[in-house]
């Protein structure tokens, strides 16, 4: 049985190396306690007690909820050495966060809270599962709703489009479970430091078509799965962005491993590499000066030979020859295709785009195992360059 959640999802799209390496390899890396991840955890953690609370038919008021907070707060806060300026600016933040959400809700009478901080499963295919944690729902007449609290100092773009297919999905488990209690399902995103809430409702067919999606990503997965057990190489590959530099698997991925590299090669010492790598760079762009000024001094020449009528210039110790040739482009695909059919031509010319063909087997579109007896794979390594 497969189980999935949104992160482990959204961690293949961001990188499906960084996939392998957390999920399929089970590499976990050493996180260290910060600020913001305490925020959160006691924030949270507080809301809970609250909404708790409240569903066992009892208010606490804001000096108990201030009094819990700050007792799971300081349990936690020991954990990180110094940075007293950041601690005294992250505890003014949580008082403001609580105060303001407790004022803005009380006396909480308009609510049925039915979950706060659970654990569920989406079915999503046959042996696959979808894992997931809310952090509240509750019932208005007969409407779900799902909230999610935000401790971000960034309010979000309006699409959303992250949040919105989490809670989404969601609704699908809530739909799964619930499906007789209810007649809508919203979803609410409590941005806590904006004091501000985000209240959407979620149409059916958005929630099949979020399924949909999800249900072929994890099926993806499953098949890379299946072909890195059986020894094929690069299922998994990285995908460089701007989200590397946050990566705790760059010591290892080979975008970024010989950076920390420290061993030292049989053939070359690690300072010979790097020598190299660097006199190919300064080489390349030896290259590229001299191609532009080759370019200038080609169409100097040209326009020097057309002037005089000249066929060939001579230097000191050469000459260069100057020729006319005509060369053809194809302008309008389509009215050529049809002279080439008007004339019974067009086998003899015809010509299938190998770059096309290419692209849509990388992209999925043609399965090479279907064409391997009219296409030839070819392997290559590609340089490109760029300074550190």
């Known amino acids: 049985m497969a189980v999935y959640s949104f992160s482990q999802i959204q961690t293949y799209l961001q990188c499906p190396l960084s996939y ?36 066992n038919f009892h208010t606490p008021s804001l000096e108990e909820l201030d009094d819990y907070f700050l007792k799971n707060y300081k349990e936690q806060i020991q954990k990180i050495k110094d940075l007293d300026e950041e601690k005294k600016e992250f505890e003014t933040r949580w ?34 599962k979808f ?46 479970k619930y499906w007789k209690y209810f007649n809508k399902i919203y979803w609410n995103l409590e941005y806590l430091h904006f004091d501000y809430q985000d209240f959407w409702e979620i149409k059916k067919e958005d929630i099949q078509k979020v399924a949909n999606k999800y249900k072929n990503l994890s099926l993806e997965i499953e098949t890379k799965k299946a ?15 701007p989200l590397c530099r946050f990566c705790n698997y760059k010591e290892i991925c080979p975008l970024f491993s010989h950076f920390y590299w420290k061993v030292t090669d049989t053939d070359f010492s690690e300072d010979t590499i790097k020598a190299m790598i660097d006199e ?21 020449l040209q326009s020097f030979a057309k002037r005089h009528k000249l066929k060939k210039l001579y230097g000191k110790w050469w ?11 194809i ?19 015809l010509d299938i785009d190998k770059y096309k063909i290419a692209k849509a087997i990388k992209e999925n579109q043609l399965k090479f ?6 296409v030839k794979e070819n392997k290559i390594i590609i340089f490109r360059t760029k300074k550190n």
């Open 95 to 128: 008082i403001e966060y609580l105060q303001q959400f407790y004022k803005e809700h009380y006396p909480f009478k308009d609510i049925k809270v039915i979950w706060t901080e659970i654990q569920l499963y989406i079915d999503l295919w046959d042996n696959i």
């Open 319 to 329: 000459y260069v020859s100057l020729s006319n040739m005509i060369n053809y482009s």
């Open 131 to 176: 894992q997931w944690f809310i952090d509240r729902l509750d019932k208005k007449g007969d409407t779900f709703v799902i909230t999610d609290y935000k401790t971000n100092k960034k309010l979000p773009t309006q699409d959303k489009a992250y949040y919105m297919e989490q809670l989404t999905l969601y609704a699908l488990g809530i739909t799964q």
């Open 369 to 374: 195992k279907n064409l391997q007896d009219a």
């Open 20 to 55: 392998k390496f957390k999920y399929v390899d089970k590499i976990r890396p050493e996180f260290e306690e910060n600020l913001h991840l305490i925020l959160w955890t006691t924030v949270h953690g507080a809301l809970q007690y609250l909404y708790e609370k409240i569903n």
């Open 280 to 300: 190919y760079i300064n080489l390349n762009e030896q290259k590229k000066d001299i191609d532009d000024k080759m370019k200038k001094n080609k169409e100097i």
């Open 227 to 241: 072909e890195h057990w059986l020894w094929i190489e690069d299922v998994f590959e990285p995908k460089e962005s």
């Open 331 to 349: 302008k309008d695909k389509e009215k050529l295709k049809a002279y080439l059919e008007k004339t019974n031509q067009l086998d003899k010319f």
